[in-house]
């Protein structure tokens, strides 16, 4: 008897659009919006909170949640990803090697202290997050092409990394316009 830990194919079906339940594809697309709200309330607390409390600290917290959450789905994403990669039924040449390092990025982003008195700029942390989803987003495309990734899953991670790095731009522009990069 096939366990769940092996290949898709092994399991008598592929993995990409052969019969996953629509409630799976309803569930996904409802947990991916759902996450992104830490993202939108965050971009407009950083952008709301300094008017209406006159100090950049509330400000300066939600940006701080903001990065968290980023590197945070960064690396869950990259995870799922490596998954796509491993039981794929068809193996793409993308080594496994820029997963880690995307993940090695995104926690690099939200590392604070960082040792030797290495500095990184608040804004450009964000920034190194928004390239991790975008880098992870096109590895999702490229599985999709393969035929490790369901294709109605396409169009869910281009809004779910658009609405995302929308949300964390915001807040980069936010550092940059009041001096905290």
């Known amino acids: 008897m096939p366990t769940p830990f092996q290949p898709p194919e092994s399991r008598g079906q592929g993995f990409a659009d052969s019969g996953a339940p629509a409630a ?3 569930e996904i697309t409802f947990l ?3 996450g992104l709200v830490p993202f939108v309330v965050g971009a407009i607390v950083v952008w709301a909170a300094t008017p209406v409390t006159g100090t950049q600290q509330p ?3 939600a940006q701080s949640m903001v990065l968290t ?3 945070v789905i960064a690396a869950y994403m990259a995870g799922m990803g490596a998954g796509g990669l491993l039981f794929g039924p068809q193996t793409s040449r993308e080594p496994m090697i820029l997963g880690m390092v995307a993940t ?3 926690w690099l982003a939200v590392w604070t202290n960082l040792p030797f008195g290495i500095e990184i700029p608040l804004a450009w942390r964000h920034g190194l997050v928004l390239l991790v989803l975008v880098y992870i ?3 999702d495309l490229r599985a999709i092409e393969f035929g490790n ?3 109605w899953y396409g169009g869910l991670r281009i809004f779910l990394t658009s609405v995302a790095g929308v949300s964390i731009f915001a807040v980069m522009i ?3 316009a009041n001096s905290q990069y």
């Open 24 to 26: 799976r594809r309803s």
């Open 32 to 34: 991916g919006t759902l």
């Open 59 to 61: 400000s300066l917290v």
């Open 69 to 71: 959450y980023g590197g």
């Open 104 to 106: 090695l990025t995104a």
């Open 137 to 139: 987003l096109l590895r």
């Open 149 to 151: 990734m369901p294709s």
């Open 174 to 176: 936010w550092l940059i």
